[in-house]
């Protein structure tokens, strides 16, 4: 996996395969193992058709995390540097749950560079019940830090996110504990970084109008599917598909039926821009 200091701290990517540019941003709002999951479930798929990229944000995965940076423009400034690093002057453009206001916002900065949007599982940080869910997070977060220390604090907020896993899996549970906790702070600017996005994307939705497909799952109770019919709303022409029965994390959850639906759509693009 490539890195290097891109926009001022130091970014982990990897590039597969060749062709049009299609760029995956992950979700998560720090922390975490950042694209690992998108590279696993989803290189291969794309590799053969499309130059794949996707790259850890700042505190999440291989990157660092660095002392700041964490606002929004900045992230899409993140992006627009690694597109510069690889020579990239268009892409497809995916964002998944948190990486979704990165990759809206980036279209809207950039049209020009954007032949395509994909939101998935995501929303604009608008809404107030979705702002406050996290606003909720950040501060049980910060009450069990106090309470029980760091460790305890991530280990809390981890079984909070995944309530089966420290049973299911105790070997991944105590690995992105670990990780967790070395980019605590991170994670804590992250949240804050995103409670502060307000309607800044959402007054400039219409704007959006290059081809745009959202996809979200019904039973999706960390970003609900009224977030995604939201966008749908607002975004002019875009496409909007639900997955009966989904919960949150179409990428890594559904990754087949997400590869094709997605590889269906980019091949309806290039035949309309033919």
């Not at 660092?64 to 899409?76: M, R, S």
Request: charged residues 20%.
């Amino acid at each position: 996996m490539p890195e290097g200091t891109i926009n001022g701290y130091l970014m982990h990517y990897e590039i597969h395969g060749d062709g049009q540019p299609l760029v995956m941003i992950h979700g998560g709002l720090g922390g975490g193992e950042g694209s690992l999951s998108m590279s696993e479930h989803h290189a291969e798929t794309f590799s053969g058709d499309y130059r794949f990229i996707c790259y850890d944000r700042r505190a999440a995965g291989k990157s660092e995390t660095p002392a700041g940076g964490y606002d929004l423009p900045n992230q899409v400034q993140d992006l627009r540097a690694l597109l510069e690093r690889l020579d990239v002057t268009h892409a497809h453009v995916l964002g998944s749950s948190a990486g979704g206001p990165i990759a809206m916002s980036f279209a809207l900065d950039y049209p020009e560079m954007v032949d395509s949007l994909l939101l998935i599982n995501t929303m604009s940080y608008d809404s107030h019940d979705e702002r406050q869910a996290r606003q909720n997070e950040l501060d049980n977060l910060l009450a069990n830090e106090a309470a029980l220390g760091r460790t305890g604090a991530v280990e809390k907020a981890l079984e909070a996110r995944q309530p089966t896993l420290r049973q299911d899996d105790p070997a991944q549970f105590s690995k992105l504990a670990q990780i967790n906790l070395e980019r605590f702070d991170g994670i804590i600017l992250s949240i804050r970084a995103y409670l502060d996005i307000g309607d800044s994307i959402e007054s400039r939705l219409a704007e959006i109008t290059m081809p745009t497909m959202i996809v979200h799952g019904d039973a999706d109770t960390t970003i609900p599917v009224g977030c995604g019919i939201h966008l749908h709303e607002l975004i002019p022409h875009s496409e909007f598909h639900i997955f009966p029965g989904a919960i949150h994390g179409l990428m890594a959850n559904e990754p087949r039926r997400m590869g094709n639906m997605i590889t269906e759509y980019l091949d309806e693009i290039i035949v309309r821009q033919s």
